[in-house]
């Protein structure tokens, strides 16, 4: 039986925490608006100015409960977790891969394959689903470029240029991302990625909706105990988890983008919801964010069937499995990382 354990997000700002007996409770202003049990969860996300005190601190790592905080508009702050998870021969088997180019290189491209694979279903269900509403022809000559990406990556051995052609197929994607707004489509408009600071609505909700999904790319790589910081496709840097980065890979265009989509299709987030700093971001407002969050339990609530296990699972639990069949690779228990490719 697999426990499903969810993340709390508390985005009400001066929202004060802190532990009651064996849970957590959850205080705004004078009024106690939950109490969640410490063994349901696995992280308590805090977005900007909130409260917690030093006995929920203390006893959040005694449960596995990882506490992390970000300013209010997802910049990574910092975090608190309990002794690291795993043993240490996983993770110097983990360094002693990402030290090595080549090495490197055999595992990024599984998780580049995976990236792609995903970009392009999800492009060819936008054509199945709305291809009378939309410019079909556009999104056919992206796949085809895609495609011919998707066999580079499979003859390819050099990391540098695997990142390459990772960047170029992401840009193609971009390029006809729009079409795949089909509601709204005065007010939201998507003339390309850009982010620190993103400058319009679409990328404001892609970069935060992202953040939501690293971080529980953070919390399913320390359960199966590798080192979310030392990554393949994304090299080594201080301040980032480059290993959460890359098991990302896979998931940002069937979960985290079409979560986007769906939401601005179906009018669940208004234009009227965002606004420009004198810095020039776009940020949502309160409302947006808890619509965007509550969506985005939401959808990792979904069951799938995973192709290689041949079992049923929901997304929140995809997460942990893929990173637990990384681990085994790394290990050497399977010859290849099985990404899961979405249809």
């Given at each position: ?29 004078d ?43 997802g ?20 360094y ?7 090495k ?101 909700m ?31 840097r ?7 980065l ?71 639990i ?19 990382y ?6």
């Amino acid at each position: 039986m697999q426990r499903f354990l969810n993340t709390l997000y508390i985005t009400t700002q001066k929202t004060y925490l802190h532990k009651k007996g064996e849970a957590v409770e959850v205080i705004v202003g004078d009024e106690v608006k939950a109490s969640i049990p410490f063994i349901t969860l696995d992280s308590i996300v805090c977005f900007g100015n909130i409260y917690v005190s030093p006995f929920l601190l203390g006893a959040a790592p005694k449960y596995n409960i990882t506490i992390s905080f970000l300013s209010e508009t997802g910049k990574f702050l910092a975090r608190v977790q309990g002794p690291v998870a795993g043993n240490v021969l996983l993770r110097k088997a983990q360094y002693r891969i990402s030290d090595d180019k080549e090495k490197s290189a055999q595992v990024a491209k599984f998780f580049i394959t995976g990236k792609i694979a995903n970009q392009k279903s999800v492009l060819q269900r936008a054509i199945r689903n709305h291809g009378d509403s939309i410019d079909a022809k556009k999104l056919e000559d992206a796949i085809t470029h895609i495609n011919y990406n998707l066999d580079k990556v499979m003859r390819e051995n050099d990391l540098d240029i695997l990142r390459g052609i990772e960047g170029d197929t992401s840009q193609m994607y971009f390029s006809v991302f729009n079409e795949l707004i089909t509601t709204q489509k005065d007010s939201f408009i998507f003339q390309g990625r850009n982010r620190r600071p993103p400058l319009d609505s679409v990328n404001a909700m892609l970069s935060y909706t992202y953040t939501l999904l690293y971080h529980d790319m953070i919390s399913a790589l320390e359960v199966v105990g590798l080192d979310p910081a030392v990554g393949f496709l994304h090299r080594d840097r201080p301040g980032r988890l480059s290993c959460a980065l890359d098991l990302m890979e896979e998931f940002r265009s069937f979960f985290a983008d079409r979560l986007i989509l769906s939401l601005i299709n179906r009018c669940e987030i208004k234009p009227n919801q965002f606004e420009t700093t004198g810095s020039s971001a776009v940020i949502m407002d309160e409302g947006a964010r808890k619509t965007l969050i509550t969506s985005y339990q939401k959808r990792k609530e979904v069951v799938i069937t995973h192709p290689y296990i041949d079992k049923k699972m929901h997304l929140a639990i995809l997460f942990h499995t893929q990173a637990r069949l990384l681990a085994r690779y790394i290990r050497g228990d399977i010859d290849g990382y099985p990404v899961y490719i979405w249809k």
